[in-house]
């Protein structure tokens, strides 16, 4: 008989137990609203966050609860920085496009024949321009970006091609009369200050 009473009480507090742990949950998915004090708990805001499920018995339906909807944001990935790119030494200067080296031949007297300078500027002109690139047409500043026999800067004023030294020695040409007013003030300004 002790026996049998130790067994019906472990089934009774098994009963009690399974009963305590099912209870709320039972209630709060039955009817919510069922608390007389609307307290706010752990498991009512797990309830509020829940997904709801559709669960069907063979011929029966049972309809989900109702619950509030979220909202996920993904913060999207940044795009990257673009790296900087330095501008090759023969760019020409002024951001402008690789303009080509000059291969041709010819001397300093045909290129200043050809650019148009008077042949008693020509001391003059050779004095400033083998002070500034060596009679190199392809003769290029590289903190600066100046090019060609007289350092145009920038090398995208010359009209034609920087590195021309006609076009390069033309270009000189309305720079120092325009500037200075002659090869020879030009060349006065350079022996003073080394530059022009």
């Known amino acids: 008989m002790r026996r049998r009473l130790s067994a019906f009480g472990a089934g009774l507090a098994v009963i009690g137990f399974s009963a305590a742990l099912l209870a709320p949950t039972g209630t709060a998915v039955a009817d919510p609203s069922a608390s007389a004090e609307n307290t706010v708990t752990a498991f009512s805001l797990a309830v509020d966050d829940t997904q709801d499920l559709t669960v069907t018995v063979e011929g029966a339906a049972i309809e989900p609860v109702e619950r509030g909807s979220f909202e996920v944001y993904v913060k999207p990935k940044p795009k990257p920085k673009p790296k900087p790119q330095t501008a090759s030494t023969g760019s020409g200067g002024g951001g402008s496009a690789a303009r080509p080296k000059y291969t041709g031949g010819g001397s300093k007297e045909q ?77 006065g300004f350079w022996t003073r200050n080394h530059w022009w």
């Open 111 to 187: 290129w200043m024949t050809a650019a148009g300078i008077a042949q008693s500027d020509w001391g003059y002109v050779d004095y400033i321009v083998s002070r500034e690139s060596g009679w190199n047409p392809n003769a290029t500043n590289r903190s600066s970006g100046a090019c060609g026999l007289v350092q145009a800067l920038p090398c995208s004023k010359v009209p034609g091609n920087g590195y021309n030294p006609v076009d390069n020695l033309r270009w000189g040409s309305g720079y120092a009369i325009g500037r200075y007013g002659s090869w020879a003030n030009a060349y």
